[in-house]
């Protein structure tokens, strides 16, 4: 079954910094991976979205890259700010048949923007 | 445009109860999927439901179910309440791009 691995440490950077986060997948390449964003006790939050024929895709302060030969996706939030403190989740999507799709998520990665 | 909701958000049963949750889904979603997200564990795949129909179901016993209402708003049964059934469990939607899946904000069971 697919497994997918992100760092489960905790990572504490300084604002204005670039905050990199990293997902690692193994088996099949999905069709899509997604990022979400998650605050405490409440529902993830759809960031973004790439393909797997996509290398990078941008959003505002946000950048999702997917190398699908090292199997890995790299989220970036450039000019941090303490309101980006959050955990931040990778998903991938697999076509269930009949337009669904099913999301394996990873246990995400815990962000903590300092001033 | 309202999101997701779900109620109730906070729910307290003991072992061996039922337990009912709810989800509508966004105004023009038809999909609904449901999510468990036990502590320290990934949300994990639940069930989906697509106009009506149950489509597909994640690795859980036949005591979780549910079904889907003509309105598209779902239900969540967990029969023979266990201890490891406290989580998170999340609701989400999709319309016409069921690729972006959008949460409510859950509702916490808690199995004493």
């Not at chain 1, 991976?33 to 979205?49: C, E, K, N, S």
């Not at chain 2, 989800?23 to 069930?47: K, N």
Request: hydrophobic share 30%; glycine share 8%.
């Amino acid at each position: 079954s697919q497994k997918i691995e992100q760092n489960s440490e905790a990572l504490n950077i300084q604002e204005g910094k670039t905050a990199t986060l990293t997902c690692n997948y193994t088996n099949y390449s999905p069709a899509y991976l997604q990022w979400y964003r998650q605050d405490p006790g409440r529902g993830p939050v759809f960031l973004l979205l790439i393909r797997e024929n996509e290398k990078e895709k941008r959003k505002e302060r946000l950048k999702v890259t997917f190398d699908t030969t090292l199997k890995q996706s790299l989220f970036h939030i450039t000019a941090s700010q303490p309101a980006d403190s959050a955990t931040y989740l990778c998903a991938l999507a697999r076509p269930m048949g009949g337009g669904g799709n099913k999301l394996t998520f990873g246990t995400g990665t815990q962000l903590k923007v300092e001033l | 445009e309202a999101g997701v909701t779900q109620s109730p958000t906070h729910l307290i049963k003991t072992r061996g109860q039922q337990a009912t949750l709810r989800c509508s889904p966004i105004s023009g979603h038809t999909s609904v999927y449901w999510y468990q997200q036990a502590l320290g564990l990934g949300l994990q795949f639940l069930l989906w439901y697509d106009e009506g129909e149950e489509r597909n179901r994640g690795n859980f016993p036949p005591r979780f179910s549910g079904r889907q209402f003509p309105n598209y708003s779902s239900e969540l049964n967990v029969n023979a309440l266990e201890l490891e059934d406290s989580a998170l469990y999340l609701c989400a939607s999709s319309g016409d791009r069921p690729y972006e899946q959008y949460f409510g904000p859950g509702t916490r069971l808690t199995v004493t």
